[in-house]
């Protein structure tokens, strides 16, 4: 996601990006995290979808994060430090993590990311975001493009504790397909939609047992999401969202 800086200490980064990339500029961040920028091992590097990959990081000792969190990755590009946060995807960092990337082949970073073999070493910063799973009893998962990154892992973490999730996914072209029929086969209720489908059906369904919503995407999908929720009569106010511009 390139474009404007913006702050990403709140519970929303509110930046116009270009919707063509999933690489999501620096800005400073008065919040410490809890681990400071180190060189970190990759483990492999997956392909997870139309001009996606799922990079997993061996994770060092002192790191914990919650799948919704994100980090700080830097590379160096043409002799420059070049850093974007990238959202963990998987549903937990026991031993491992995975950030979910978007490749533009016109980005300065992802496609260096997705050249990344076993055994290179990437930069890694964190964790940030406030708007992650913090064990609720149910989940509802309403993802925009990217936004199935965080989706998706908060919907597997729930499930391995015992709780419930829904997705409702809206992408032309879907990425981890496969865990989303993984889940469907654990009981969970998932909807994937193209980019002009309407939401308002799907979220009344995925909402109707209530559940701590999350919502992950760009603008306009935040803005069609919470049309469908208050038409299913949710209350908006304690979501937690992350709006990626």
Do not use: H, K, M, S
């Given at each position: 996601m390139v474009g404007e800086k913006a702050s990403v200490c709140g519970r929303a980064r509110a930046i116009?990006?270009?919707p063509t990339t999933t690489e999501i500029p620096l800005s400073p961040c008065s919040n410490r995290p809890d681990m400071d920028e180190r060189s970190l091992t990759v483990a492999a590097v997956r392909t997870v979808g139309p001009d996606a990959v799922a990079i997993d990081v061996e994770t060092p000792d002192d790191f914990t994060a919650q799948p919704g969190q994100f980090v700080k990755l830097t590379l160096e590009v043409d002799g420059e430090d070049e850093s974007r946060f990238y959202t963990i995807s998987s549903p937990d960092?026991?031993?491992e993590f995975e950030m979910t990337?978007?490749?533009?082949?016109?980005?300065?970073?992802?496609?260096?990311?997705a050249d990344l073999e076993a055994g290179d070493a990437v930069r890694i910063e964190g964790p940030f975001g406030s708007d992650y799973y913090e064990g609720e009893s149910r989940a509802v998962l309403l993802a925009g493009g990217p936004g199935i990154g965080p989706a998706i892992g908060i919907a597997e973490r729930a499930v391995a504790d015992g709780n419930e999730a829904a997705v409702v996914y809206q992408d032309d072209a879907p990425i981890h397909e496969d865990r989303l029929d993984a889940l469907r086969e654990?009981?969970?209720l998932v909807h994937v939609l193209d980019?002009?489908?309407d939401l308002t059906e799907s979220v009344a369904e995925a909402t109707s047992a209530g559940g701590q919503v999350f919502i992950y995407g760009f603008a306009d999908f935040l803005d069609d999401a919470t049309?469908?929720?208050?038409?299913a009569g949710v209350d908006t106010e304690d979501a937690k969202v992350e709006n990626f511009g």
């Open positions: 116009v990006y270009d960092v026991d031993g990337v978007g490749i533009d082949p016109d980005g300065e970073v992802a496609p260096q990311l654990q009981g969970v980019g002009e489908a049309a469908a929720l208050e038409a």
